[in-house]
């Protein structure tokens, strides 16, 4: 049995101790936890209940005990910290969108690296984005849908997102990235985020100030 697969099992059987522990156990490098793990785990769970292999309330119950899980795996290194960094990025998925397991993940790994994040989780509506945003003035924003059925919605928060006077850094992920070309609809200004790696990737690089312009 794979890592993910084991970590399946303990979500499928509603084991929040285990799951975390191991977390914990494998947390030697996040991008690996992180996608190797979870997601792939996430990934395995959808497939076995579109086989019939275990029930919607499975499905459900996986879901919401992953996400305590990595709530909790992600609350106690944030408190340990004594000052804020400078760096604030927000994070949300469009509305209508509840896909945000990855973006909750995406807010971990920015947490590790020193920012400070807002994350909406999901479903946020263009109004109440854009009333945050302009309030909190970050400098990276993360956006997340999944469906290409969404892409008219995410153009709309994109094309709003452009008219920010202090013109932040646009992010776009979810699994819309890895379906469909979005160059082709967003201009270079956007970054494009297929996988955590890459997310991380140009993070780096944005903090060091290299590629920092451009899609990348």
């Known amino acids: 049995m794979q890592a993910y697969q084991t970590f399946a099992s303990y979500l499928l059987d ?8 191991f977390l914990l156990e494998n947390h ?9 793990i ?10 076995l209940w579109q086989q ?15 996400e305590f899980v990595l709530s909790q795996f992600f609350y106690l290194p944030s408190m340990k910290k004594k000052e804020l960094s400078q760096k604030k990025i927000m994070l949300y998925c469009i509305e209508d969108e509840q896909h945000a397991l990855g973006t909750k993940m995406i807010a971990g790994l920015c947490r590790e690296k020193d920012w400070q994040v807002r994350y909406h989780g999901a479903n946020l ?20 849908a999944a469906m290409t059925y969404r892409l008219p919605t995410l153009l709309e928060y994109i094309d709003k997102l452009s008219t920010l006077s ?18 082709k609809h967003v201009n270079t200004e ?12 140009w993070l780096d690089h944005w903090e060091s100030g290299v590629g920092v312009n451009g899609a990348g």
Request: proline content about 3%; hydrophobic content about 40%.
């Open 190 to 201: 956007c970054k494009i985020c297929h996988d955590m790696n890459d997310f991380s990737t």
């Open 166 to 183: 202090w013109k932040p850094k646009i992010l776009i992920g979810g699994r819309i990235a890895t379906i469909i070309d979005l160059k």
């Open 38 to 47: 979870v997601t792939n785990a996430m990934r395995y769970i959808g497939e």
């Open 14 to 21: 509603g084991n929040e101790k285990a799951a975390y522990e």
């Open 52 to 66: 019939n292999e275990i029930t919607v309330a499975d499905e459900h119950l996986a879901t919401s005990v992953c």
């Open 125 to 144: 509506p263009l109004n109440a984005m854009m009333e945050s945003v302009e309030t909190w003035r970050p400098q990276v924003i993360g956006l997340s």
């Open 28 to 36: 030697n490098d996040s991008i690996y936890l992180y996608q190797d």
